[in-house]
């Protein structure tokens, strides 16, 4: 099972058992839990699921985007004295961030796909199939736009 904790001082710690959780959670309202809760004791649960090791450390990870890793203690970062985020939370942060900025990104203007922007579009087809004519109408080739054209003639 795995349980989060409200702590003092707005702290928060989330744990894991496979005992009986409330034998668990007894101990840390007992002040005879884990190191953090008892720097900061215990004030209520906030929640309760079913998981082992690696849910415990998601969901540390994700505790510790909401209220800040200097806040939360648990799974693979439960020592009291922390220096620096945790490699794990800045991997996990870059990732959600090239996710949101795919999921701002619309369509390639070019291409049609909307995975890139039409700076970065290489495609010779459509998403569609058909074929990518990108030649000046002034002097046919295809480094530069008719607008950009500084030749005279065809």
């Known amino acids: 099972m795995i349980y989060v904790l409200l ?8 744990g894991f058992t496979e005992r009986p959780v409330e034998e668990r959670l007894l101990e840390h309202f ?19 699921s079913e998981g082992g ?3 415990e450390n998601d969901m540390t990870l994700k505790m510790m985007e909401e209220h800040g890793w ?3 203690r648990g799974g693979s970062w439960c ?3 922390m220096d620096s985020c945790p490699p794990a ?6 990732n959600m961030s090239i996710e949101l900025i795919w999921e701002d990104q619309q369509a390639c203007e070019r291409c049609g796909r909307d995975t890139h922007a039409i700076e970065n579009c290489f495609a010779n087809n459509t998403v569609d199939g058909e074929p990518i004519n990108d030649a000046c109408f002034r002097c ?13 003639r065809h």
């Open 30 to 48: 007992n002040h005879s839990g884990s190191e953090w809760t008892k720097l900061y004791p215990p004030l209520k649960v906030l929640h309760i």
């Open 89 to 94: 939370l800045l991997n996990r942060q870059a």
């Open 79 to 81: 020592n009291v004295e």
């Open 140 to 152: 046919g080739r295809i480094s530069h736009w008719a607008r950009d054209c500084i030749a005279l």
């Open 70 to 72: 200097r806040n939360v």
């Open 53 to 55: 090791k690696d849910e």
């Open 7 to 14: 702590l003092e001082q707005k702290k928060i710690y989330v």
